[in-house]
């Protein structure tokens, strides 16, 4: 069982910037296809960025591209989403996800571990 754990979250003001911060508990996370998604308050939960364990290949949402990043860190125990040019219709609970599969997926049914979320706060 992979136990996932964000961190960084938080308040900042729109245009500001935050880096949220994704591991696993005793384990590399190289092994596994990294996401990040979103949800906001009365709506769904949607896809933010990926990362693929064949290739590192990242993958966005379109409203995203350009101004966040996904990344692993060299030893791959962490997966990180920066985030820039941050929006208040940013604002949302943001899970990281993995799975097993060599390439991510946008679609969340693709993904086997969640973590508990961490609050970001966009304020205009």
């Known amino acids: 069982q992979v136990q996932l754990e964000e961190s960084g979250g938080g308040l900042v003001q729109a245009g500001g910037s935050l880096r949220l911060s994704c591991a696993a508990s005793g384990r590399t996370l190289s092994m596994y296809s990294m996401g990040w998604f979103r949800q906001a308050p009365g709506k769904e939960r949607e896809f933010v960025a990926a990362?693929?364990?064949?290739?590192?290949?990242?993958y966005y949402r379109d409203s995203v591209n350009g101004r966040f990043t996904i990344s692993r860190d060299n030893a791959k125990i962490a997966v990180y989403l920066q985030m820039n040019s941050l929006l208040p219709e940013d604002t949302a609970v943001y899970y990281c996800?993995?799975?097993?599969?060599?390439?991510?997926?946008?679609?969340?049914?693709?993904?086997?571990?969640w973590g508990q979320g961490t609050q970001v706060t966009v304020s205009s």
């Open positions: 990362i693929s364990r064949s290739d590192d290949r990242t």
């Open positions: 996800t993995g799975t097993s599969d060599l390439r991510a997926s946008p679609s969340q049914y693709e993904y086997g571990y």
